[in-house]
């Protein structure tokens, strides 16, 4: 086991960067999930991790190595791909002892680690099937299972369940949690589903266009994002953002929307005051608006508005609920219980204490 540290970390592709000057400390026995849409340098980042990209510029340790000119088998890592990578002619068990033979370990030790990682995973019945034997989900804990016969320092994860159907996948991310509670070995995880993401790391790296935006917590991610980016990539449905003026009337801070008005709670008021008489960018999750008949915060003038309601789609035990107030549109996740209807308009009630404001120029979080 070890820490993985980051420092200055760039990589260019001729005129495109990739991965611009990324500082980042993986703690040792840290699920650190690296997550970003398409072409964010999330993936780069973790090659350049496992030796299979040259860094541009930058320092790479792993532990308190130096790893830049370290050659990939050299560097105590293990790697699990998003397409498995299994020798097809070759059966689940010499799939996994493959890597241990070439390091010519003694059979009785391979044989030892193969079934004890094979029953791990739950594939003790199964060690000669060839993969085409095999359901993705079988084939997935193949490949993981070779990763851990390995015993490395660190696990680094490319995507490895975006190939499996929606029940295997969660079924799969479960698992893969349970496990690096059991071993407890420094992982990596490179993921575009902010799902994946919140629900498996311990930490998570937002990363867009090679920078990172923000690293923290599942939840401070989601409770208190630094920017606009982070705050819509985190979360769905996605934030709602609406251009509003900040004004000071009525004895407090407002977000004046243009088709409606409310009004800051007291904390971030003293926050916003800093910036009345300037249009910010005022941000709630459909989460965090209710139908006001069943809303658990009060229903004030500040903080009830009149939406017409446009389109409603079932999910079970919630709805997401399409609405508009005049020229602006608005999503909501409300209980199946409240009571709305298509094309019908509703009071719904904003929980203040719970909206965001944002530079309109940056992005930067204001609060």
């Known amino acids: 086991m070890a820490q ?7 990589k260019r592709f001729k005129e495109v960067v990739a991965v611009d000057n990324v500082n980042l400390e993986i703690r040792d026995a840290e699920f650190m999930v690296l997550v970003g849409p398409s072409g964010c340098g999330k993936t780069t980042t973790l090659r350049m991790i496992a030796g299979l990209e040259e860094a541009t510029e930058g320092t790479i340790h792993i532990g308190e190595r130096l790893v830049n000119d370290v050659s990939p088998k050299d560097r105590d890592i293990a790697m699990v791909f ?9 059966t689940v068990y010499d799939n996994m002892a493959f890597a241990l033979r070439l390091r010519k ?34 084939r997935q804990r193949v490949a993981l299972g070779r990763a851990i016969v390995r015993e490395p320092a660190v696990f680094l994860m490319d995507e490895p369940l975006s190939n499996l159907d929606a029940k295997v996948r969660v079924q799969t991310r479960a698992e893969l949690i349970k496990l690096h509670r059991r071993l407890g070995v420094t992982t990596i995880y490179v993921t575009h589903d902010q799902t994946e993401a919140m629900t498996m790391g311990d930490r998570i790296t937002v990363m867009n266009n090679g920078l990172v935006q923000q690293v923290d917590t599942p939840l401070n991610l989601y409770n208190h994002p630094a920017n606009k980016f982070v705050a819509g990539f985190i979360g769905s449905p996605s934030m709602n953002f609406i251009e509003a003026a900040v004004e000071e ?20 008021a003293a926050r916003a005051k800093e910036r009345v008489g300037q249009r910010m960018l005022f941000g709630v999750r459909p989460e965090h608006i209710y139908s006001k008949e069943l809303s658990p915060v009060p229903a004030t003038p500040g903080n009830t508005v009149e939406l017409f309601i446009d ?6 035990a ?48 204001l609060f």
């Open 4 to 10: 993985v540290t980051l420092a200055s970390l760039t």
């Open 82 to 90: 998003q397409n498995y990578a299994l020798y097809p002619h070759m």
């Open 105 to 138: 370990m003694p059979k009785d030790d391979i044989d030892k680690r193969v079934k004890s990682a094979a029953e791990m995973l739950g594939l003790g019945q199964l060690l000669k099937r060839r993969p085409k034997e095999l359901s993705g989900g079988q």
């Open 249 to 268: 009337r009525e004895g407090g801070i407002w977000a004046n929307c243009g088709e409606f008005s409310v009004q800051f709670d007291p904390d971030n």
């Open 311 to 316: 389109v409603i789609e079932p999910m079970g």
């Open 318 to 365: 919630d709805m997401i609920v399409y609405a508009e107030k005049g020229k602006l549109q608005m999503v909501l996740s409300l209980s199946s219980d409240s009571k709305v209807s298509e094309n019908q308009p509703a009071e719904v009630v904003f929980e203040m204490v719970k909206t965001h404001l944002f530079d309109l120029e940056t992005g930067e979080a």
